[in-house]
């Protein structure tokens, strides 16, 4: 599998146990993990890692690791673990399906951070982009109201994956929880409007 847009991983220490944020280096069909000390992985036959891939969604996966120390310049760490999928368990958040782009500011709310404002870039069925200036955390739970067409619905979003955008500004990939049907419904009309540029 090619994972062209993935920058962070979720490295599982057991298939019941939690997990490590890894930064990942993705070129062709070469996954790379950017470790930050020698031990910090082991060489491992197989081991549950869940992607997050701005295009493709989070794909869980079985890899195999071998942990070397670094020697290509181009690469800040010092220690690197090189990855093989063995095999993909499951695909969520598929960003193939239907989705608006868009640059729609609105308020946001997490039980962390309280307030922030944000801007969403994209929307779909199974959730959405925004940037804010508000550092949040992966697996956060955001919630917030939107208008489609004509009726707000209040909404409530995971964060999956995070981008730094290195301008003070920081992207959050969500995947929505607790859709309702008539929100969906809604959202799935807005979506097909935007993309015929009959609202805006």
């Known amino acids: 599998m090619v994972l062209n847009h993935c920058t962070i991983c979720a490295v599982y220490e057991s298939d019941i146990g939690g997990s490590r944020r890894i930064p990942v280096r993705c070129v062709g069909e070469r996954i790379t993990l950017l470790l930050k000390r020698e031990q910090e ?68 709310n997490s039980f962390a951070q309280g307030e922030f404002q944000a801007v969403v870039q994209n929307i779909g069925e199974g959730g959405l982009y925004f940037v804010t200036k508000t550092r949040l955390k992966c697996e956060d739970t955001i919630t917030f109201s939107y208008c489609f067409v004509e009726k707000e619905y209040p909404l409530k979003a995971v964060i999956l994956r995070e981008e730094d955008l290195r301008d003070g500004r920081y992207g959050y990939g969500c995947q929505f929880l607790e859709l309702s049907k008539d929100a969906r419904r809604g959202l799935q009309q807005y979506i097909y409007l935007r993309q015929q540029g009959k609202i805006w």
């Open 41 to 108: 992985l082991e060489n491992t036959a197989r081991i549950r890692i869940d992607f997050f891939d701005s295009q493709i969604g989070c794909i869980k996966t079985y890899c195999e690791l071998i942990v070397r120390k670094n020697y290509d310049r181009s690469i800040v760490a010092l220690w690197v673990a090189d990855c093989e999928i063995l095999e993909v368990i499951e695909i969520t958040q598929d960003q193939r399906t239907l989705r608006a782009r868009m640059e729609k500011e609105i308020l946001m």
